[in-house]
């Protein structure tokens, strides 16, 4: 179906940047989102922002004070409620055409049937249980998935599209009789479309990745965030909580790393990770969340290379990588 007039002018400047076929795409697809935490505001805006056809947001938890910190979708007025329905107004606001619904369900009540129904499915901050199970839902229906998260100075998110067939654009130079070599600065390109495709591997492939296997080259060129999430993630499985800003939990952050990477767990992560990495901070989740929602537009229209299949933030070195973790 073509786009209404309305739609080809509200969303003609990144009809121009990715082409009418890409915004259809776009406004045929249906998204889930769950956990409406900092980085999932930042995710809702911007997918909201660029015409996907629903989303809906997904989050059985209240708002909190400390939701102030990074979720703007919230009005103080409205903390307390639910997150999923305290986000509602403003995501509307921020573009009427798209239909946007909230779910105050807990996850784990849902049945798979529920989240095959969606095109992508994208997870925000919640544990590794819970995303094991929406990500194995996701990868044998053969639905988009995304995880992501952000501890303090550092964020990550994860990506299984499971086979992903996209157009790629590559720029490359011109041999002219005016400049015959390559290494002119006036050199003349031109942009050749290519079809091409990938494989991604579930996340319970992804997250048994053991890192005693890396050569020592590689080691060396993986995120500190990687082990930062191993760390957060068996925090949470002892504890049934997150890690608070307290030296009690920092201390037992310090004792799970060293059981975990034994003699190398300073030299693999260093104690000023650990004492940094609480909360949701606001700048974390902007850099973290536009990122994430620049390749979920990516994977569903189709257009340019989307991650595969990690990308690391780390906001100690103020660095951003991707990392293919199989």
């Known amino acids: 179906m073509a786009l209404t007039e309305d739609e080809a002018a509200v969303y ?68 307390g409620q639910n997150r999923a329905e305290a986000s509602l107004q403003r995501a509307r606001e921020l573009n009427p055409m798209v239909d946007i619904a909230a779910c105050t369900d807990n996850i784990d009540t849902l049945p798979d049937e529920y989240f ?87 996340i319970n492939q992804a997250l048994q990745v053991d890192y005693k296997s890396f050569s020592a080259s590689r080691l060396r060129r993986t995120s500190r965030v990687f082990f930062l999430m191993k760390v957060i993630d068996e925090f949470y499985q002892r504890n049934r909580r997150t890690c608070a800003d307290s030296i009690i939990d920092v201390s037992a952050l310090e004792h799970i790393r060293s059981e975990l990477f034994e003699d190398d767990n300073e030299k693999l992560l260093p104690s000023l990770y650990l004492q940094n990495s609480q909360g949701k901070l606001n700048p974390i989740c902007a850099i973290v969340g536009g990122i994430l929602a620049q390749d979920v537009v990516k994977a569903i229209s189709a257009r340019e290379v989307p991650v595969n299949n990690f990308f690391f933030y780390d906001g100690n070195k103020s660095e951003g990588v991707v990392d293919k973790l199989s």
């Open 12 to 79: 003609d400047r990144q009809i121009r940047l990715w082409g009418v076929e890409a915004q259809k795409r776009l406004r045929d697809a249906k998204m889930l989102l769950v956990g409406l935490d900092g980085l999932g505001a930042e995710v809702c805006k911007n997918v909201v922002l660029t015409g996907i056809k629903s989303l809906t947001l997904l989050d059985d938890q209240r708002s909190s004070d400390d939701d102030r910190m990074a979720q703007f979708l919230i009005s103080p007025d409205r903390i």
């Open 116 to 202: 095959q129904q969606f095109d992508l499915v994208c997870m925000c901050g919640y544990t590794k249980n819970a995303v094991l199970r929406i990500g194995s839902i996701c990868h044998e229906a053969n639905v988009k998935f995304y995880y992501g998260n952000v501890y303090g100075f550092c964020g990550f998110f994860f990506t299984d599209l499971i086979h992903h067939s996209f157009i790629e654009e590559i720029r490359r130079p011109i041999k002219t009789k005016d400049h015959p070599t390559m290494d002119s600065k006036n050199l003349k390109t031109e942009i050749i479309v290519k079809q091409n495709s990938t494989d991604y591997v579930g």
